[in-house]
């Protein structure tokens, strides 16, 4: 649903959703190189936990939805936006959960030579993950991240002014965002992850103790260890939050209409897609 709502034109967001399933093992295959009894469990889990998301969770997306079209011609405070970035983080957070017990089967029966494949494929995103975020001078790099902002911005409030534009620039200028930060996160839970699975396929752990290792990897994996970035995750919501408000008030009734008709647009599709 996430990568649906980056989605434009009609029908979009259906088709992201309704393939869903297929999308994500692709996905995970490339990382992972299922074999047989793998990939079956798999897509088995993966199309199980749509149909409990279509059922269990797409009727409060649409209500959430039909809440913020009743609430987008009004001005917004930061903590209004906390409050939807905590909500969704909730909803996020279900959805992982209800994936676990995948994760937790599927894990220790990655061969050395799959966690190898696996750690080869992290390699080469990571490259790509500096090429974007990390290289270039910082007048570059901003100006990247402010392509993408204004992009999406304009996905919901349509064509953005020059003042508003400018407004985006000022708050990206200002916001605490470092990628090095992010980039060290990202290889701490990468090496985490490889170390644990490894000692796992060395060991000779219980199913319990396997199961265990497996439910605090994930939890690390979720949420650091590492305080410092905790602290940064929480000034990165904060500066989001206020950012988001001062937008959307700088916004005109127009652009507020084209919002509400854009979660409109979400809300259909998102009844659509209950109803299959």
């Not at 219980?206 to 994930?218: F, G, K, P, T």
């Not at 916004?251 to 109803?275: I, P």
Request: proline content about 4%.
């Amino acid at each position: 649903l996430a990568a649906g709502l980056t989605l434009t034109g009609c029908g979009a967001v259906r088709l992201a959703y309704n393939n869903a399933p297929d999308l994500t093992y692709w996905w995970l295959d490339g990382f992972l190189d299922l074999d047989s009894p793998q990939s079956v469990r798999l897509r088995n889990d993966l199309n199980a936990l749509q149909a409990w998301h279509r059922k269990e969770e797409l009727p409060a997306v649409a209500e959430m939805l039909k809440n913020l079209q009743a609430a987008s011609p009004q001005p917004v405070a930061a903590d209004q936006v906390c409050q939807l970035s905590h909500y969704l983080e909730g909803r996020f957070q279900a959805v992982l959960d209800r994936a676990t017990p995948t994760a937790i089967a599927l894990g220790p029966t990655l061969s050395n030579a799959q966690l190898d494949h696996l750690a080869r494929s992290w390699d080469k995103r990571n490259a790509e993950w500096r090429e974007e975020w990390l290289e270039g001078s910082p007048q570059e790099r901003l100006s990247r991240r402010l392509k993408t902002t204004i992009e999406r911005a304009e996905g919901f409030y349509g064509r953005l002014t020059d003042i508003q534009k400018a407004l985006i620039r000022s708050q990206l200028e200002s916001s605490p965002f470092d990628a090095a930060i992010q980039y060290k996160e990202v290889l701490r839970r990468q090496k985490d992850a490889l170390q644990t699975l490894r000692a796992l396929k060395a060991g000779a752990s219980s199913e319990i103790q396997v199961q265990a290792e497996m439910r605090a990897l994930l939890v690390r994996s979720l949420q650091s260890p590492d305080t410092t970035f905790v602290q940064y995750t929480e000034r990165i919501r904060s500066h989001f939050c206020e950012s988001a408000a001062e937008l959307h008030n700088a916004t005109s009734l127009a652009q507020r209409t084209k919002l509400q008709q854009t979660l409109q647009g979400y809300e259909n599709d998102v009844r659509a897609l209950m109803q299959r």
